[in-house]
């Protein structure tokens, strides 16, 4: 009698102990956070050695905080606003993130698209992001000066028009005090080299950080 008595006293702890480490689990799970990065080559390590991309070098510093913050790099080399706004529904399903950090156009502006496209293609996956309650970040960019003054300037108003427009948070430009140094860009002249990468984090970071808090 005893024994089954202690038997099941056992049970009721283990049973406790059981339940109390699925709840913890859970509250866990659900804590977790997810950062989308949706970009193109400066975002998906183009040109450099395996996981020392500027979004790797993210995730790692999250990582090594602790942080409940994971990083989804949706990235593509190549990859146009068109090709972003095409796919954008399925990543929102499939990752369900907090925040949503949009690195795009730059092949938009590069292959002289209608700013009008590139603008509908930006806002449709603004729109998407913020409808799935997600806060948005975005990266202006600036285009090489050979495409024309009022080109580029009408190219990054795009960014800041949107900015205001869907109140984001916006980068300025996400390679500010990189692209203007031939050392450290590849030899293409538009993507950046293995020792900038930090360079551009520390430039997304300013930003980035009050929205992950």
Known sequence: MIK????????????????????FANAASNNQKTLLVVGDSL??????PEKTGWVDLLSNKL??????????????????????????EKLL???QPNVVLIELGGNDGLRGFPLKVTYRNLEKIIQLSQQQNAKVIITGIHLPPNYGKKYEQLFYLNYTDLTSKY????IPFILE???EHPELMQKDGIHPKENAQQM??????????????
């Open 4 to 23: 089954t008595s202690l038997f099941k006293s056992t049970l009721l702890i283990l049973t406790i102990l059981l339940w109390g480490i699925i709840q």
């Open 43 to 48: 975002s998906a390590s183009y040109g450099l």
């Open 63 to 88: 990582e090594l905080s602790e942080s409940n913050w994971s990083v989804a790099n949706a990235s593509i080399s190549g990859e146009t606003t068109s090709g972003a706004a095409d796919r954008i």
């Open 93 to 95: 399903n499939q990752y």
């Open 167 to 170: 109140s984001l948070v916006m």
């Open 177 to 179: 005090g990189i692209a």
């Open 200 to 213: 551009i984090l520390d430039n997304v970071w300013v930003y980035l950080n009050p929205l992950l808090k």
